[in-house]
């Protein structure tokens, strides 16, 4: 039944190619996602001729037939992807109540498709600005888990010291409308372009999307924005554009957009990054070696660790007790005659001798030299 909620389809399209019907309404052009929802809510869209009456509906837009109101939908070919240099004074909606300027409408395409920003810029910054039809990248593209970086060239007013540009690298406090609290932003890389006495140029590479997060993170430092302008998305940089003007991307600037969103294009990055960091760390370390032989174990872990009952009660003992027993008894028997050779030796040869090594002959040592010094030994 078309109104009643339809098992998740797998992520391999070939096996089931059913996605969401609000997803291919946007797609057809028809309106937003969420205007297509309050659609098929309405009761307005149906599928091979039955009314779809609750959502989550999923089809397939190669072989059903899909009407609203009445009208059956235009199955889009393909997915239309365009660079464009955005000027100061425009906004990124696809439509405006105060009657504003939108960016949009710069962009005549022929095909004469519905286009959406992927991502947004206010209407006092410039610069590279994507817009697309195909909804699964913009997803990609602007969710913050995927972690797809933006380059900014930023002029603020005043000189900016090393501190604060320390502080705006670690990220800073700021209101969060969704969650209702303070939270504090992503690191992000910020590099000093030019500093003057009264105006500072930077350029900052974010790696989430906030309202109007640079503005605002140059307010807390004191040092508001002059100038603001991105240049970068992702591997994509903003060149061959005048302002106001777009162009369609290349087949090698999509390919290398699409890798950029991937979750296994991140892994590979990530993998370099500690690669290389390990590298770094034993040019300047050097391996830890034993005799010209590579150590295979920490050595302050191998230090620490407890020996056997069996290695200590005969590797230490034998090599305490030889050393022990002989040489304390022969300096101390030869050197302290008959005073020390009765409290000396007993205590040294005997004690330790007999206890830790009976074969290395601890005992016989010390009693032969206590004999030749004084006959006390054996006493």
Same mark, same amino acid.
């Given at each position: 039944?078309?109104?009643?909620?339809?098992?998740?389809?797998?992520?391999?399209?070939?096996?089931?190619?059913?996605?969401?019907?609000?997803?291919?309404?946007?797609?057809?052009?028809?309106?937003?996602?969420?205007?297509?929802?309050?659609?098929?809510?309405?009761?307005?869209?149906?599928?091979?001729?039955?009314?779809?009456?609750?959502?989550?509906?999923?089809?397939?837009?190669?072989?059903?037939?899909?009407?609203?109101?009445?009208?059956?939908?235009?199955?889009?070919?393909?997915?239309?992807?365009?660079?464009?240099?955005?000027?100061?004074?425009?906004?990124?909606?696809?439509?405006?109540?105060?009657?504003?300027?939108?960016?949009?409408?710069?962009?005549?395409?022929?095909?004469?498709?519905?286009?959406?920003?992927?991502?947004?810029?206010?209407?006092?910054?410039?610069?590279?600005?994507?817009?697309?039809?195909?909804?699964?990248?913009?997803?990609?593209?602007?969710?913050?888990?995927?972690?797809?970086?933006?380059?900014?060239?930023?002029?603020?007013?005043?000189?900016?010291?090393?501190?604060?540009?320390?502080?705006?690298?670690?990220?800073?406090?700021?209101?969060?409308?969704?969650?209702?609290?303070?939270?504090?932003?992503?690191?992000?890389?910020?590099?000093?372009?030019?500093?003057?006495?009264?105006?500072?140029?930077?350029?900052?590479?974010?790696?989430?999307?906030?309202?109007?997060?640079?503005?605002?993170?140059?307010?807390?430092?004191?040092?508001?924005?002059?100038?603001?302008?991105?240049?970068?998305?992702?591997?994509?940089?903003?060149?061959?554009?005048?302002?106001?003007?777009?162009?369609?991307?290349?087949?090698?600037?999509?390919?290398?957009?699409?890798?950029?969103?991937?979750?296994?294009?991140?892994?590979?990055?990530?993998?370099?990054?500690?690669?290389?960091?390990?590298?770094?760390?034993?040019?300047?370390?050097?391996?830890?070696?034993?005799?010209?032989?590579?150590?295979?174990?920490?050595?302050?872990?191998?230090?620490?660790?407890?020996?056997?009952?069996?290695?200590?009660? +005969? !590797? &230490? *003992?034998?090599? /305490? =007790? $030889?050393?022990?027993?002989? %040489?304390? @008894? #022969?300096?101390?028997? +030869? !050197? &302290? *005659?008959?005073? /020390? =050779? $009765?409290?000396?030796?007993? %205590?040294? @040869? #005997?004690?330790?001798? +007999?206890?830790?090594?009976?074969? /290395? =002959?601890?005992?016989?040592?010390?009693?032969?030299?206590?004999?030749?010094?004084?006959?006390?030994?054996?006493?």
């Amino acid at each position: 039944m078309i109104g009643m909620p339809t098992p998740r389809a797998p992520k391999n399209p070939e096996t089931n190619p059913k996605v969401r019907i609000q997803r291919v309404l946007a797609e057809a052009g028809i309106a937003s996602r969420r205007a297509c929802e309050a659609l098929v809510e309405e009761g307005a869209v149906s599928v091979n001729g039955r009314v779809v009456q609750g959502l989550p509906c999923f089809v397939d837009p190669e072989s059903d037939s899909i009407l609203v109101s009445g009208r059956r939908i235009k199955k889009p070919r393909r997915h239309y992807y365009i660079m464009l240099f955005k000027p100061r004074g425009f906004v990124c909606t696809s439509s405006d109540p105060e009657g504003r300027k939108l960016a949009l409408d710069l962009v005549d395409h022929p095909s004469a498709v519905r286009l959406f920003s992927v991502g947004r810029l206010d209407i006092d910054s410039s610069g590279l600005l994507l817009l697309t039809d195909d909804g699964e990248l913009t997803n990609r593209l602007t969710h913050p888990s995927y972690e797809v970086h933006k380059g900014y060239d930023v002029s603020v007013r005043g000189r900016v010291e090393e501190e604060e540009v320390e502080k705006l690298r670690k990220g800073l406090y700021l209101s969060d409308r969704k969650k209702g609290t303070a939270t504090r932003t992503a690191e992000s890389g910020v590099t000093v372009l030019r500093r003057d006495r009264d105006r500072t140029r930077l350029y900052v590479e974010l790696r989430e999307g906030r309202n109007r997060q640079i503005r605002r993170l140059m307010e807390r430092i004191g040092h508001p924005v002059k100038r603001l302008r991105r240049v970068r998305f992702g591997p994509l940089k903003l060149k061959g554009l005048a302002v106001g003007e777009w162009r369609e991307l290349s087949p090698v600037e999509l390919g290398t957009l699409r890798r950029a969103s991937t979750a296994e294009a991140r892994r590979v990055i990530h993998r370099a990054v500690v690669e290389k960091r390990k590298k770094a760390k034993r040019k300047k370390t050097g391996a830890v070696t034993v005799m010209g032989r590579p150590l295979k174990e920490d050595p302050v872990k191998r230090a620490g660790k407890t020996a056997s009952p069996r290695s200590g009660g +005969s !590797r &230490t *003992g034998s090599k /305490t =007790g $030889s050393r022990t027993g002989s %040489r304390t @008894g #022969s300096k101390s028997t +030869s !050197r &302290t *005659g008959s005073r /020390t =050779g $009765s409290k000396s030796t007993p %205590r040294t @040869g #005997s004690r330790t001798g +007999s206890k830790s090594t009976p074969r /290395t =002959g601890g005992a016989r040592s010390g009693g032969a030299r206590g004999r030749k010094s004084g006959g006390q030994g054996r006493r």
